[in-house]
């Protein structure tokens, strides 16, 4: 199985973020959507508190499209009313999430929000209580800071689409539309990732799906 893992967390705003990689994201979020009605794609998204308290129109919209949204949690460690913020802002848009997605492996102090069921971080220690679907490949967003080209990030995936599907196993990718804007704008690269995926026998799921498999 393979899953596109989309991080929603633009806001036009964040000054660091938009010198780095520019305004691009709500071109390419409308992008990334038309690609997957084209082919039949179905996506797992995730998004932060201030990009939904910002863009709500965004989550519907991924949901009216019929992809899967869950929450994307900067800092899991902290216990200060960003989980319950979450889910006013989720309920707000008749939405509950189950999962989250984190940046970084999860954090030993980290508690444990009731209600959520999986989790989709880099390979380590995980709460018993949440299903651990591991981001081993490397982000978009990582890529671009590393100096690694849209054609070399994109043969890398590759490699590891084809040693997944060998060893009958299942893999994330990890994109940011505001990162795609400025790193592989029409999704050419993307796009030849997931092609791959579907002619070596990996199916394109959410994490979502995956749960009920």
């Known amino acids: 199985m393979l ?26 979020f409308l992008r990334l959507l038309d690609h997957a009605r084209s082919h039949g794609h179905r996506y797992q998204f995730f998004i932060s508190n201030r990009a939904l308290r910002a863009f ?33 802002l989720f309920e707000a848009i008749g939405h509950r999430p189950i999962g989250l997605c984190t940046r970084l492996t999860w954090p030993a102090s980290a508690p444990i929000r009731e209600g959520l069921v999986f989790l989709s971080a880099p390979p380590g ?22 100096g690694i080209s849209a054609r070399d990030w994109a043969d ?8 997944a599907a060998s060893r009958n196993r299942s893999l994330t990718i990890c994109v940011r539309p505001q990162v795609l804007g400025k790193f592989d704008l029409r999704l050419n690269h993307l796009m030849e990732v997931l092609d791959l995926a579907r002619a070596v026998g990996l199916p394109l799921k959410s994490l979502r799906q995956a749960l009920k498999d």
């Open 3 to 28: 899953t596109l893992r989309i991080d929603l967390d633009y806001v036009p705003w964040d000054s660091p973020d938009a010198a780095e990689f520019g305004h691009g994201e709500p071109a390419e």
């Open 125 to 146: 220690p995980a709460p018993e209580s949440l299903k651990l679907f591991p981001l081993e490949t490397k982000p978009d967003r990582e890529a671009v800071r590393a």
């Open 156 to 163: 890398l995936l590759k490699v590891q689409v084809r040693d």
């Open 56 to 88: 709500p129109a965004t989550a519907e919209a991924v949901l009216n499209e019929g992809h899967d949204l869950d929450w994307f949690s900067k800092h899991p460690e902290l216990d200060d009313g960003r989980y319950e913020e979450a889910l006013t």
